[in-house]
């Protein structure tokens, strides 16, 4: 609720502190006196447009500061905890209108534009009358009300969760659907490309080994022609290198016993005969192994040829081919899985579908049956406030499916008739602001246990009534302080005298200038203000005795 505002430098206002409990405050004056600009000085700390003709003439600058407690509204606390603004339960918003340049907006100390102050001002205080803060205008907050009224929340809110998971499968259908427009192409043509590839049958090895023996059998000849030559002198010419170190060892064994020094060079001699003896022998049977069969050769090449065109036809060197294959394989294998879950999320989004429809037609029988009450119960209290004739009316409209939402099927808004005769028109389109101040009175009242928003302002709810009308709003505006904090600024002394407090403004001129007070009455003072809004300037025995008849009864 709010429990204290400062005003400084605004219209005629120099400088105001006041503090607020709760129930109901009234806030009177003398015509003139300035009444509206605690109104509008609030509306300034809940965002409302910033015009430098508020500021006072002389200064430089207009400031408001209001302080609210959030004990009763966790909403608040909640965004102002989402928007990282949160302070213990504290929320203080300042309003800084230069008469140069923008205005600067403060929640909690820290700077935020008029938009955030307008956003958390609309869960902290309705004002009711010609002003912006009009909540039960907008169909969102009727809607709201209605489910608040008829104990709908927890239903409401499982067919916002249904909503919600209906438009998410719905979301991701379309995206499967549209992923799938050109899926059989492409699915044909991944086929056509695994069956070209797999049908090669070849690992990454096996292309190197197949590289290689081309590069073999390629210079079959010039390996025939070498190595028939290195065989015949190794051993076949006269004389053979084979023959020639055997020889050369005979000679140095029968030159040992002459000197012993030579029997390591004598050694070597004979290991390389050895060793000359065994590659004659290998390169023997490798000349004996050469195929020289030319058929060998153009299959190992038919072979090679195939792997370089499908190489140049995927983009991809010889040995990734296997990679290309099991990469085509894998997106095969996923577009056949995306069949089966395109299969699988359009049944669960015809069961989400089915689930939201059930929930929001149920959710929609609740609410025609709640704005049935609701209706009946607000036009019996118009009746009350002055409005003989008067109904309103809760229409609840069903949408087709395109045009429902988190709310459901249901298009919710409330139709007023102020006076006999008249058409039912949209609440926003009530012409009289004492109409339509009365009317959120009576919605307020019929509705009180449900309203979330803490704090209530009612601006001249009396216009254009009085007498037993006059006591019966006041004692409505009473009954409606025992669970939210209101506040009424009134003409009428039957709507004075119900409130819990009172708030006076006056006016007055010292050299020349003119300046404005608001300041709390205590009992004594009350009886006086009451005194003068019933009996003008002329102010007798009698009067007062009625001003504290009337405090009295209303205590």
Known sequence: M????????????????????????????????????????????????????????????????????????????????????????????????????????????????????????ERLVDIHGQHAHQSLLRPAAQRSLLDSYGHLQTLAEQVAQAYRRFRALDEQLRELRAADADRSDRLERLREQVDELAALGLTSTDIDELDREQRRLSHLGRLQDTTARLLRRLSEDEPALHDELRQAAAELTDLLALDPRLGETCELIDGAAIQIGEATSSLRHYVDSLDIDPSVLRDVETKLGLVHDLARKYRVFPLQLPDALAERRAALAEIEAGAVQLETIAAECAQARDLFIEQASTLSQARSVAASRLAATVTEAMQQLGMAGGQLAVAVTGLELDAAGIFGLDRVAFLVSANPGQALQPLAKVASGGELSRISLAIQVATAECGRIPTLVFDEVDVGIGGRVAAIVGHLLRRLGTNRQVLCVTHLPQVAAQAHRHLVVRKHTEDGETFTEIRGLDDE???????????????????????????????
């Open 2 to 121: 709010l429990s204290h505002i400062l005003i400084k430098d605004l219209a005629i206002v120099t400088s105001a502190e006041i503090g607020f409990g709760q129930g109901l405050t009234a806030l009177t004056g003398e015509t003139g006196a300035g009444k509206s600009i605690l109104i509008d000085a609030l509306g300034l700390a809940l965002g409302d447009k910033a015009d430098p003709i508020l500021i006072r003439t002389g200064c430089e600058r207009a400031e408001v500061v209001a302080t609210f407690d959030l004990a009763a509204c966790p909403e608040a606390e909640s965004w102002l905890a989402e928007q990282a603004l949160d302070d213990e339960g504290l929320c203080i918003l300042r309003r800084v209108l230069p008469r140069q340049g923008r205005s600067r907006a403060f929640i909690n100390g820290r700077a935020v534009t008029s938009a955030q102050l307008t956003e958390l001002g």
């Open 525 to 555: 003072a009350r009886v006086e203000e009451i005194a003068r809004m019933l009996g003008g300037k002329a102010i007798t025995s009698k009067t007062r005795a009625h001003a504290r008849e009337m405090l009295e009864t209303a205590g």
